[in-house]
C-alpha cells in the first residue's frame, strides 16, 4: 500500500491543478526578474511648455520666440517603465515668472513625468539640451478698431439693417512695435444673407495690414491678444405703415351699415424688431358712443394714439381726429317733463330743478313718425331717470351715465330709435 501511494499522489487532479500553479508563479517571477535587471533604451521628443507667462505679461513683456520647441529625452529603464512613458503624456516645463528685463535669456526645465509613474525605474536619463533659450521683448500696445461690414441684405423690403454693433468696438494688441505699426484693422467677415430678423454671433477677426491684406500667419506668435472673439449684432428694423381704426358703441338707431367715417390721419408709420408686429395689423384708438351726437359729430373725436412700448413711431403724430355721419337718419325733438329721481336718499327732501327737458331721438324716419303716433296715442312715455345714490344735502349738476332717458317699447316694436346727446341734470337735497 506505501509503495501506491506515489502513484495515486501523482495522478490525482488536485497534484496537476498545483503544479500548474507553480509552473505559472515561476515563469511570472522569472518574466519579473528578467525586466527588472534588462535594460531598454527609449527615446521621447518631449514638447517644451510654458508657464508663468501672464506673470511675465503684467511686467509688460512677452516671449516672441523660444527654442527648441522640443527637447528629446534618451532613457535607460526597464521594458515596463518604458511602455509607461509611452503611454503617458511626458512634457518639460519652464517657469517665466521670475524673468524682470527684456532682452535673450535661457531657462533650465523640469521633466514632467506621467502621473503615479515611478522615477525609480529610470537608472539614467540624457538630453539633447539642458536649457531652452528665450528671446523677452517689452510690449507695447496699439488700439485697433474692429470692421464687421453686413452686406447680405434683409429677406424683405419692410426690413433694414440698422448700424452693426461690435462688442467690443476696439481691441487692444501688445506686441513689438515695428510689428504693431503694420497692422491697420481688425477684421470680420459676415457670410450670412437675406436677414429676417437680428442676427448676434461671436466671430473671430483677422488683422490687416496696411495694404488690407491679412497680416502673415506666423507673425501672430509675437502678438499677444486679449480677445479672441468679438460679438457682432446686425440689428434688422421692420418698417410698417400699420392703419388706425376705431372701435363703435351702436346705438339710437345707428348700425355699422348707416354710419360713415373718416380717421386722420389714416396710418402712421411704425419701426421696431420685426416680432412685434407679430399680429398687429391695425391700431384700434378706441370707442366712439354713437348716442352722443346727432347726425354728424359737430367736432372730431380726438384720441390718443397709442402704440406697442417696443416699437418706435416713425411719423411723431400723436393724436387722431376721428369724424362720423349718420346715413338715412332724422332727428326729432321732444319736451319732456317726466323727470324723476331714483335711489334718493332717505329723509331728505329732493327737487329737481329741470322742469322740463328736450330730449332729441333718433330714427330713420318711418320708426320715428310711428314713435310719434304712439305717443300721441298715449301709448308711450319719454322718462328722465337720475341716479342719486351716494349723494348728500346740497345742489348737484348730474352728468351721465347717472341720467338715462328710457322710451317705451323701445326694445320691442320700435328698437330703432333713441335718445341722443348727453343731459345734464340739477337736483337740490336738503335736509
Known sequence: ?????????????????????????????????????????????????????????????????????????????????????????????????????????SLEYEIIYPESFDQSQISRVSRSTNRITLNIDRLTSKQILVEAPYNGGTASEYLVVDPIIIDPPIITVFGPEDLLSQISVAFVEILRENLSSTYIEDFPFILLDLDGEPLATELYDQLVINDETVRVTVPIRMIREVPLDVEFFYGAGTTPENLNYTIEPMSIVLTGDPDAFHDLNVLILGTVDTTRFGLRTANPEVFNIIHPSNLENVSGL????????????????????????????????????????????????????FLAQLMDAGGLNIRIEVDLEGLGPGVHRIFPPNVRISIDGVDRDIGAVGAIAEYIVTVRISE
Open 318 to 369: 400723436t393724436q387722431a381726429e376721428v369724424f362720423v355721419e349718420t346715413i338715412g337718419l332724422e332727428v326729432d325733438p321732444y319736451s319732456v317733463d317726466n323727470i324723476h329721481a331714483i335711489n334718493a336718499p332717505l329723509e331728505y327732501d329732493i327737487e329737481i330743478l329741470n322742469e322740463r327737458m328736450v330730449v332729441r331721438v333718433r330714427g330713420i324716419r318711418e320708426d320715428l313718425d
Open 1 to 105: 500500500m506505501i509503495r501506491d501511494l506515489p502513484s495515486k499522489i501523482f495522478s490525482s487532479k488536485i497534484f496537476y491543478i498545483i503544479f500548474s500553479l507553480l509552473v505559472a508563479f515561476s515563469l511570472w517571477l522569472y518574466v519579473e526578474i528578467s525586466d527588472a535587471q534588462h535594460v531598454f533604451d527609449l527615446t521621447i521628443d518631449a514638447q517644451v511648455q510654458i508657464t508663468g507667462e501672464d506673470i511675465l505679461l503684467d511686467r509688460d513683456l512677452f516671449i516672441s520666440s523660444f527654442t527648441p520647441e522640443f527637447v528629446t529625452l534618451a532613457f535607460d529603464t526597464s521594458r515596463s517603465a518604458a511602455a509607461a512613458l509611452r503611454r503617458g503624456s511626458l512634457v518639460v516645463v519652464i517657469d517665466v515668472s521670475r524673468i524682470t528685463s527684456s532682452g535673450p535669456t
